[in-house]
Structures are given as C-alpha cells and as structure tokens.
C-alpha cells in the first residue's frame, strides 16, 4: 500500500535524490512552487520514501494530479497506480469531485493505463508556452479595453455555443499548468477582475481571450475566437495588457492554436510549447467542500 503524506523540509535530500533522474529543473519547479504553495506530496511504501508528487485544488472541489516522480527501482506501473489511487482519495477527503491530470500530448502508454485502470477520460489538448520571453518591440494593432461586467450574459452565450469550449470540456487554464473548471460563476469574478476581453462584429462577439499580469509574466489563459478576428482580439489584448511585462506564458486550446500561433511567434524571440492532453475523473466527495 502507499501511504500519502505532505512534504517537508526533512524530504529536501530524497527529493533532490529522485530529481536526478528527471528534468535538471525540475529542484527548481518543486521549491520555488509546488513545496512553497502546500502542494507537494510524498509517497511512502513500507516506510520508505519513493516519490512525490504535486497535488494542488485549482477550485474548491477541483483537484489535479501533475509530475509523479518515482525512484528508478519503483517505476513500475501498479505502484504509480496505487500512488494515483492515494492521491484520489487525498482529494475526496478535501470535498473534491473531480480529479484532473496533465499528460504530454503524445505519451498514450500513461494515457491508457489512467483509463483503463482508474477510469480517467481523455479532455481537451491545449498547446502551452511557459515564460517566453517577450520582444522588445511588438507591433500592437487597436487597444481593447477589458470586457464590462454587464457582458456576462453575452460571453457566456457565446461560449456556450463554441465548439473549442466544449472539446475542452469547458476548462479554462489557471497557471502553474493547473486548469479549472471555466463556469459562469467564475466568468462574472474574471470580468469584475478585468481580465476578459471581447471582440466584437456589430455588436455581436465573435471572440473571447482572458489574461492577466503576474508580476513581470503576462499570462493569457484561454483564447476562444473566429479565425478572421483573433488576431485583432489578441493584439488589442496586448495593447491594453502588457504594461512592463518581460515574459509570457499562453495556454492555449489546441483546436484554435494554428490561428495564434503566428501571432506568438512574432511577439516572443523564441516559441517552443509543449502540448498536453488534460485526463479527468469524476470521484464522490467524501467531506464537506472547502471555503
């Protein structure tokens, strides 16, 4: 049985230990974000350390499952099975009812296995750049201010009716490559917040991206739009967004990426995504949802 449990300062040395046989940054990603946030979890097999992960809510009954990292010794399939199976349960206990997890695009051994043995369904692809530097001169076209919130109604219809929102199962991406539910309720807090912008044809919308400045990051989270007007809307973002941001990062959903990504590569000096495929599972609470 693995045995869950989060991490602390005393797991520093078995998780530079199992970190050498992964990304060289992948040290930095854990201390700098998964550990600092609460996120970091280790799992235990007969009193041993063997691996960690990150385990983060993105929601209030919402939870995502990203980067299992294993001993050599222990990378077997029923034991990162059971790690899974850990993390689930950690989730319920938190009042969650969905588990999501990020797999690469192209990694259908991972893929199959959370579906055939953990029932985990295959979600929508999103194409996703993390902190890409900015150039230092970007062509802007007209600015677009951010959305008013007495156009709740209007954006949610629009994204109800798009065929991007649904293949991606209606999610939206929230940063640190977690995503979240994309709901109207969260639609009316984004657009009291300024971070939805619109684009419009005669009154009409015909295209709808969110962002926000973190730190010196400009972060574009979700872009849903016609392809004769999505260059527009993302330069009339950009416009009104940048303000002294050096870097971007971009989610974008993968069924609209061949129209944006012209206009990334010609604002960032160097433009090389990954793409992922987001696996969800629907789970019982097994607690009350948190605040």
Same mark, same amino acid.
């Given at each position: 049985?693995?045995?869950?449990?989060?991490?602390?300062?005393?797991?520093?040395?078995?998780?530079?230990?199992?970190?050498?046989?992964?990304?060289?940054?992948?040290?930095?990603?854990?201390?700098?974000?998964?550990?600092?946030?609460?996120?970091?979890?280790?799992?235990?097999?007969?009193?041993?350390?063997?691996?960690?992960?990150?385990?983060?809510?993105?929601?209030?009954?919402?939870?995502?499952?990203?980067?299992?990292?294993?001993?050599?010794? @222990?990378? #077997?399939?029923?034991?990162? =099975?059971?790690?899974?199976?850990?993390?689930?349960? +950690?989730?319920? *206990? !938190?009042?969650?009812?969905?588990?999501?997890?990020?797999?690469?695009?192209?990694?259908?051994?991972?893929?199959?296995?959370?579906?055939?043995?953990?029932?985990?369904?295959?979600?929508?692809?999103?194409?996703?750049?993390?902190?890409?530097?900015?150039?230092?001169?970007?062509?802007?076209?007209?600015?677009?201010?951010?959305?008013?919130?007495?156009?709740?109604?209007?954006?949610?219809?629009?994204?109800?009716?798009?065929?991007?929102?649904?293949?991606?199962?209606?999610?939206?991406?929230?940063?640190?490559?977690?995503?979240?539910? @994309?709901? #109207?309720?969260?639609?009316? =807090?984004?657009?009291?917040?300024?971070?939805?912008? +619109?684009?419009? *044809? !005669?009154?009409?919308?015909?295209?709808?991206?969110?962002?926000?400045?973190?730190?010196?990051?400009?972060?574009?989270?979700?872009?849903?739009?016609?392809?004769?007007?999505?260059?527009?809307?993302?330069?009339?973002?950009?416009?009104?967004?940048?303000?002294?941001?050096?870097?971007?990062?971009?989610?974008?959903?993968?069924?609209?990426?061949?129209?944006?990504?012209?206009?990334?590569?010609?604002?960032?000096?160097?433009?090389?995504?990954?793409?992922?495929?987001?696996?969800?599972?629907?789970?019982?609470?097994?607690?009350?949802?948190?605040?």
């Amino acid at each position: 049985m693995v045995v869950l449990r989060q991490a602390n300062d005393a797991d520093r040395a078995i998780i530079t230990e199992i970190s050498k046989h992964y990304d060289s940054n992948l040290v930095r990603l854990v201390y700098t974000s998964w550990q600092q946030q609460g996120h970091m979890y280790m799992a235990e097999l007969e009193g041993k350390t063997i691996g960690f992960c990150c385990l983060a809510f993105p929601a209030p009954t919402e939870a995502q499952i990203l980067g299992i990292r294993l001993l050599p010794e @222990f990378r #077997k399939e029923s034991i990162g =099975q059971r790690f899974v199976i850990a993390l689930i349960q +950690a989730a319920q *206990e !938190r009042g969650c009812n969905i588990v999501r997890t990020l797999t690469s695009s192209e990694n259908w051994e991972t893929q199959a296995a959370l579906q055939r043995n953990l029932g985990f369904q295959r979600g929508g692809t999103w194409v996703i750049g993390h902190q890409e530097r900015l150039r230092s001169k970007i062509n802007t076209g007209a600015v677009i201010q951010p959305s008013s919130p007495d156009r709740l109604e209007d954006i949610w219809q629009f994204l109800q009716y798009s065929s991007t929102y649904r293949l991606n199962e209606g999610l939206i991406f929230s940063g640190g490559y977690f995503f979240r539910s @994309f709901s #109207k309720a969260y639609l009316a =807090q984004l657009l009291q917040h300024g971070q939805v912008f +619109a684009s419009l *044809e !005669r009154e009409m919308i015909t295209g709808v991206a969110v962002s926000h400045c973190e730190g010196e990051t400009l972060v574009i989270s979700y872009v849903d739009a016609n392809p004769s007007s999505i260059l527009d809307l993302l330069q009339g973002m950009l416009g009104c967004a940048l303000c002294n941001c050096r870097q971007l990062t971009t989610a974008i959903p993968s069924v609209c990426y061949q129209s944006v990504r012209p206009f990334l590569e010609q604002i960032v000096e160097k433009h090389l995504p990954d793409k992922w495929l987001v696996m969800e599972k629907e789970v019982s609470p097994l607690a009350l949802p948190r605040d």
